[in-house]
């Protein structure tokens, strides 16, 4: 996010704060705020699986898609989907832990 972006959510939040702004509002503008999502490679993806320990299997279990699915992203044949995306980018920042 861009630091004026930053500065103007502050914003909406201190007067989301103060009660003139509503919860639904202040949820729509946050969605507004998020990040795009970035593509992961074949190598970001299987290093994400690997600094959680686990096999593909198992990784596979965690993110609710099949093993060959994981083993096509990790070998480029495949690309995740966004919601995959989205997931991979929980998952790395926060561990598999953020899952159960």
Not at 25 to 47: G, S
Not at 72 to 100: C, M, Y
Request: glycine letters at 4%; aromatic letters at 6%; hydrophobic letters at 40%.
């Amino acid at each position: 996010m861009s630091r004026i972006l930053k500065n103007v959510h502050k914003s909406a939040a201190r007067l989301h704060e103060a009660g003139f702004v509503d919860d639904v509002t202040m949820r729509e503008f946050d969605a507004l705020c998020l990040p795009p999502l970035r593509d992961y490679t074949p190598e970001e993806i299987k290093k994400i699986r690997n600094a959680n320990k686990v096999s593909q299997a198992v990784f596979a279990q965690f993110i609710n898609v099949k093993k060959i699915t994981v083993a096509a992203w990790e070998q480029g044949t495949k690309k995740p989907s966004s919601t995959a995306i989205k997931i991979l980018d929980l998952v790395e920042r926060k561990g598999l832990e953020v899952l159960r």
